[in-house]
């Protein structure tokens, strides 16, 4: 069974970096079967997807995003990360990790998250 | 910009049945691999249903997907007050390279 854990950054200030990570037991980051993956959520609104890593290491990001975010595993902490450059007020939001399999038996599939994060609540704020 | 389109909210009282549609504002959405999330009050998303309308193992079948080429639907049958939640559908977008998620539907047991 898979289990996933985000770290707490809390209070980041703005124009900082965000960087948080997600620890995985049961499952390898560096399997090659999963999507790792980052959603959030803005308060009283639904999930916004922020990225994710698939069965190849490759990073796709939500375009509003991606000049700020960079993705990465750590396979000896057994951990992927999230990197968030130049934060603002608006990134304020619960940080969710999520996975999802890549694959139905032989056949590559698009992702569907059933494995989350509790959730991190990252305020952005001087 | 591609959009999942849910109503705000939907309601019935117990033992009914909620249906939740969820519709793309660009082209049709018959040929999307289809997700569905439970958030209860102050939890994580859980999926409800994939590529449409499979469950995972431990989903109740009170709880089923379907699809035409319009709109993806979640229906939900002998409605619990345990179902009172908000659900979301989501699906990956091919020319976006981006995943996309619907924005709500609350879900009140009368």
């Known amino acids: 069974q898979v289990q996933l854990r985000e770290s707490r950054p809390g209070l980041v200030k703005p124009s900082q970096t965000l960087s948080l990570t997600c620890s995985v037991s049961?499952?390898?980051?560096?399997?090659?079967?999963?999507?790792w993956g980052w959603i959030r959520q803005f308060p009283a609104k639904g999930p916004e997807w922020v990225a994710h890593?698939?069965?190849?290491?490759?990073?796709f990001s939500n375009p509003s995003l991606e000049s700020r975010l960079t993705m990465y595993r750590d396979p000896s902490r057994s951990q992927f990360a999230l990197i968030l450059s130049s934060v603002t007020a608006a990134d304020t939001a619960v940080y969710y990790c999520?996975?999802?399999?890549?694959?139905?038996?032989?056949?590559?599939?698009?992702?569907?998250?059933?494995?989350w994060g509790q959730g991190a609540l990252v305020i952005v704020s001087s | 910009q591609s959009m999942l389109t849910q109503p705000p909210s939907v309601s019935a009282a117990p033992g009914q049945r909620v249906t939740i549609s969820c519709s793309r504002s660009?082209?049709?959405?018959?040929?999307?691999?289809v997700s569905w999330y439970q958030q209860l009050p102050g939890t994580a998303p859980k999926l409800l249903i994939y590529?449409?309308?499979r469950r995972p193992s431990g989903i109740a079948d009170r709880f089923s997907g379907h699809k035409s080429d319009t709109s993806a639907t979640l229906d939900i049958t002998g409605l619990q007050s345990g179902d009172e939640a908000d659900y979301f559908c989501?699906?990956?977008?091919?020319?976006?390279?981006?995943?996309?998620f619907g924005g709500g539907t609350t879900v009140t047991v009368l």
């Open positions: 049961g499952a390898y980051v560096n399997s090659g079967y999963f999507y």
């Open positions: 660009d082209s049709n959405i018959e040929n999307d691999y």
């Open positions: 890593m698939d069965d190849n290491g490759r990073t």
């Open positions: 999520a996975s999802g399999p890549a694959y139905e038996g032989t056949e590559h599939v698009p992702p569907a998250y059933d494995h």
């Open positions: 989501g699906t990956w977008d091919t020319s976006l390279s981006a995943y996309i």
């Open positions: 590529d449409t309308e």
